[in-house]
């Protein structure tokens, strides 16, 4: 992809803090942070979606992502990490190409994901999981 930052940086076109890169993935320090040591994992191909990226990448990613969390833990002292992947605008993905953050933790960082918790009404959540089963493909073509 011509316009896309994360492609350029794979190219070499726009600098950054290389942590990790073998042939299907690259990884690198976030310019912006949640705390110091936030990677991000992003295929070398371009894919804006987590749903088009080849099993065999995101399997890597998700894999490099867990190594470089623990490396984090032990490198900067951290207690934990989370692994965040964001599909879509409205999931809050901000750069159109699949990137999973590594966020090292520590029990102190004061930072809150402010996630919500719901509650189903009453045969609801069998309704739901019967409407994505019917819908769930795992061979990757679209229904």
Known sequence: MAECIFCKIVAGEIPAVKVYEDELVFAFL???????????????????????????????????????????????????FNLHLADGTAAGQVVMHAHLHVVPRGVEDGFHWNWRQLRYADGE???????????LDMTGKSR
Do not use: Q, W
């Open 30 to 80: 976030d310019i912006g942070p949640i705390n110091p040591g936030h990677v991000l994992v992003i295929p070398k191909e371009h894919h804006e979606s987590s749903a088009t990226i080849p099993e065999a990448t995101a399997g890597r990613m998700f894999r490099v992502g867990a190594r470089i969390g623990t490396a984090l833990r032990r490198a900067l002292d951290y207690e934990a």
């Open 125 to 135: 959540c069998a309704e739901i999981a019967k409407k994505i089963i019917a819908r």
